[in-house]
């Protein structure tokens, strides 16, 4: 990477006496070894207390020891999987993840965690790319499953059912309604194939035979959202899960306590940014996980959260504008939130103002990527600066280098790159992609513009991808989209680059408003306003969406392929 114009020890001395009291800038990641350590750990300890909450069902930690266990057993004594394979995990937030993710995890078995949301193509490319032998699916993905199951090495499939979790009687009902009134579950067969309950039922008749794992054994598959190419499988160790939940830790437990919190996880724990924090932080800190299985139903979020005096909320830009335009959210009590934590995408500063105004929590926002499993940074709970992603967290280095690879000084804009117990093995069976992406040295590139402050905050200037090059001019487009989403008649947006022939690249947005009479005009010379002339969008485009990851991230990447496509550079 060039020449250092800072060595680690001068980073790590550099970052020493920024952090808060209260959070190290070090921490002994040696107290577990294992995942599983942590998840029985807490079980023991807190035992009588609520884990997760989903759908009118939760489960203490000891149910959840008991249950997990019981899957577990069923993995060793009723399928031909042993140590070390890999099972799919295709759910959404319901209770029944955990009981399959710790179980799965007890029997030694590597998490490959899956959308629900996936298409035929998507799930194949990750069955057979992560070898996987198993896959827990819900009924209503199964169709999908059915479709390319023959196209892979699947051996073992459990199907659930949304109200699986439910006593018998219930059950029925619950399953009977979303199967047959609401029409929610397209017909599927699949040979073979075992209900959840049936596994569970027989799991519990057997004993289960714990499993010596190491440290550096993987944990979890975790496949990357293929914005760039094809999906790949990030090796996430026990050690690099366990290591970033104690360095998170102390930044959260500033506010938290353990065993009294309730946590509002909207985010799907099959996301590395949920299931670290609310299968790990949450868990070993024996806090309670209400679960979310979909946030897109704000109404139907909103009515859950009624029922909670909820102190923790995880979510990220466009969920946080999409509940504060609710006005039954508005009506809610928000007097026992701590703590709000942000990710996934940037946090414009509108966003977090409406958020503080609606709530009176700040937003803390953080930042990371499933390689670094996946938390780098985030804003000390007291002491939030708004616009950044905070401070590295305890036992990491970051500094930025330039195109050539040469190291920066602190102030200027360059690529991020980061150094830490938390960064993962290597991409899955891809030597190559791995050694792009982490040098000799054990420095991850993450791809993202930053600037490192003096204070030790860091910006996010952008992604180097999304970067658009205005005669000459750098322009990134997050920048650009917090400009305009402070316009008071505008949801979101995104910026992007599209072909000019005079400038190269020009700017274009597309936005979504709530005033149907606003036009292309008002916002750019709302823009004029307040940016440098080259930065101003070139042509607004109205739109009633825009389109979204699966966790509710933008995607530029499709608006640019149609703007390509438009102009035949496709």
């Known amino acids: 990477m060039g020449e250092a114009l800072m060595s680690e020890s001068e980073i790590r001395n550099f ?5 808060p009291a209260g959070v190290p800038a070090e921490v002994d990641t040696s107290a577990y070894k294992t995942i599983v350590d942590v998840f029985e750990k807490s079980c023991r300890r807190f035992a009588s207390k609520p884990a997760f909450t989903s759908i009118g069902v939760t489960i203490t930690y000891a149910e959840l020891d008991k249950l997990s266990k019981d899957f577990a057993a069923y993995l060793q004594n009723k399928t031909s999987l042993k140590p070390g394979d890999r099972i799919a995990i295709q759910l959404p937030n319901l209770t029944q993840y955990p009981v399959v993710v710790f ?13 629900p949301l996936y298409t035929a193509r998507e799930l194949e490319h990750q069955f057979n790319d992560s070898g996987a032998k198993a896959l827990v699916v819900l009924a209503n993905m199964a169709s999908i ?3 390319v199951l023959p196209h892979t090495g699947v051996e073992h499939v459990i199907v659930t059912e949304l109200a699986d979790m439910h006593a018998p009687i219930k059950r029925t009902i619950m399953n009977a309604a979303v199967k047959h009134i609401k029409k929610m579950v397209p017909a599927y067969s699949i040979p073979n ?10 799991g519990a008749r057997y004993t289960f035979k714990p499993v010596e794992c190491k440290s550096e054994d993987i944990a979890v598959l975790q496949y990357t959202g293929g914005t760039t190419g094809v999906a790949k499988g990030a090796m996430l160790t026990h050690a690099n899960l366990v290591a970033n939940l104690l360095q998170v830790k102390p930044i959260l437990l500033a506010k938290l306590g353990e065993g009294q919190e309730i946590c509002i996880a909207p985010l799907p724990l099959y996301h590395i940014y949920s299931f670290t924090l609310n299968c790990g932080i949450m868990v070993e800190t024996g806090n309670h996980s209400i679960l979310i299985p979909n946030p897109r ?23 946080f504008v999409a509940l504060c335009n609710n006005e039954e959210f508005q009506d809610l009590d928000f007097s026992s939130l701590k703590i709000t934590a942000s990710g996934g995408m940037a946090l414009t500063s509108d966003t977090a103002k409406m958020w503080k105004t609606v709530t009176g929590c700040d937003v803390a926002e953080g930042y990371g990527m499933t390689e670094t499993s996946p938390v780098v940074s985030i804003n000390p709970m007291n002491a939030i600066q708004i616009g950044t992603i905070g401070l590295p967290i305890p036992s990491t280095l970051i500094k930025n280098i330039d195109d050539n690879g ?11 790159c980061v150094k830490g117990p938390q960064v993962m093995k290597g991409y899955w069976q891809r030597p190559d992609e791995t050694a792009k992406t982490i040098n000799a040295d054990g420095w991850i590139m993450t791809g993202d513009v930053a600037v490192i ?39 979101e947006c995104a910026a992007v680059g599209i072909p000019d022939l005079k400038s190269g690249e020009a700017v274009k947005v597309y936005a979504v408003r709530s005033n149907p009479n606003l036009k292309e005009s008002d916002v750019k010379e709302f823009c004029r306003e307040r940016l440098t002339a080259y930065k101003v969008p070139k042509s607004i485009e109205f739109r009633e969406e825009l389109p979204k990851t699966n966790v509710g991230k933008i995607l530029r990447r499709e608006l640019r392929d149609e703007e390509m496509k438009k102009s035949g550079k496709a």
């Open 297 to 319: 139903d704000i109404p139907g979020f909103v009515k859950e959260l009624k029922n909670w005096k909820f102190t923790a909320f995880l979510g990220l830009n466009t969920l």
């Open 453 to 491: 402050q003096d204070d030790g905050y860091v910006r996010i200037v952008d992604r180097k991808k999304d970067m658009i090059l205005v005669s000459g001019f750098n322009v990134y487009p997050n920048e650009i989209e917090d400009v305009i989403t402070s316009h008071p008649d505008v949801v």
């Open 103 to 115: 179980g799965a995890m007890r029997a030694g078995l590597i998490v490959v965690n899956t959308n």
């Open 193 to 202: 194939a075992v209900p959840f309950t049936k596994a569970m039922k027989s």
């Open 145 to 147: 499953a059915q479709e």
């Open 15 to 19: 970052f020493r006496d920024k952090y």
């Open 406 to 416: 040469k190291d920066l000084p602190l102030g200027e804009p360059g690529e991020l």
